[in-house]
């Protein structure tokens, strides 16, 4: 094979970097409009469940492709669930999660606080796909989202950034590439590993206190490398290794987050832990 065959696939994960890809069909559905019962603003959490679950897309996802699996997944089991857009970059439509991922965790604090003033719930609970499951935490950290949020789930999170198996140490060697991405995609930039956006995030611990999160990972994402850059270190914190519940189980950092139902009886046990039960490789046909 060439060398530079054996970029073509790093660099297509550089371009999904802690994000998704975009069915064709789904995407026409992406306008914002509610799917399968979800964006429902007359929904009332119930006694079972009375926090409404916020559900945060990933970098080129948006509100409705990267939810299709989880959000009537969780809609069927008793949830009132939300979801938002973000991160939208000018004349870009349907790719978002790419702008500075500062000013995004500033747009789900007005989304959660008008989820919060829809249902009367006093907090909610927040499951993120990628981005999705590290951009919150500055919210948590740096806005006030720790007095409004009870638990934080993410899928294949970037909470440590990503190397892309090595592929983002060569960027310096590129002049004026480090500089582009920065400019074109900031999202994509703040998820290189030690970049000034991550090294703000994790200075002084990857927790804040009063908030339960959840790390699900799988021993075969390609995206966010190593796999376990992912997981958190501090109180209140469980990191799950999708493969040490089920085997089998061959899901990537896109199929974790839309359409493993596996990892999604694992979310609903993170946000219900009072009456969790065990995930095994049965829970994809549960």
């Known amino acids: 094979m060439l060398p530079w065959k054996r970029l073509i696939r790093p660099l297509a994960a550089l371009l999904l970097a802690a994000g998704v890809t ?5 995407g026409a559905q992406a306008a914002g409009a509610p799917s399968s019962g ?22 080129f996802g948006n509100s409705v492709d990267n939810w299709l699996g989880l959000a009537p997944y969780l809609k069927a ?18 790719f ?8 995004s ?26 981005q999705g499951g590290m951009m919150p935490r500055y919210y948590l950290r740096f806005l006030g989202g720790a007095d409004e949020v009870n638990a934080l789930v993410g899928i294949a999170p970037s909470n440590h950034g990503t190397t892309l198996n090595g592929l ?8 004026g590439a480090e500089d582009l991405l920065s400019e074109a995609t900031p999202a994509l930039a703040d998820q290189i590993a ?35 850059s992912g997981y958190l270190t501090g109180p209140n914190v469980r990191n799950v290794l999708l493969q040490d519940l089920c085997p089998l189980d061959l899901s990537e950092h896109l199929a974790i987050g839309l359409f493993d139902r596996v990892a999604f009886h694992e979310v609903a046990n993170a946000l219900d832990p009072a009456h969790a039960r065990p995930t095994t490789c049965a829970s994809a046909f549960s």
């Open 22 to 26: 975009l069915p064709a069909a789904a």
């Open 38 to 59: 979800w964006n429902d603003y007359s929904c009332r959490p119930s006694a079972a469940h009375p926090r409404p679950v916020v559900l945060v897309h990933g970098t």
């Open 77 to 94: 089991r008793g949830y009132c669930v939300y979801s938002l857009d973000y991160g939208q970059l000018p004349g870009v439509p349907l």
């Open 96 to 103: 978002h999660g790419l702008g500075p991922t500062e000013k």
């Open 105 to 130: 965790a500033e747009q789900l604090d007005a989304f959660v606080d008008k989820v919060l003033a829809a249902t009367g719930a006093a907090e909610t609970d927040i499951v993120g796909h990628s």
């Open 168 to 175: 983002t140490r060569l960027l310096p060697h590129f002049p």
């Open 194 to 228: 030690g970049s000034a956006f991550l090294t703000k995030l994790n200075a002084g611990g990857d927790t804040v206190p009063g908030v339960r999160y959840t790390v699900i990972a799988t021993r075969y994402d390609e995206v966010v490398t190593p796999y376990r």
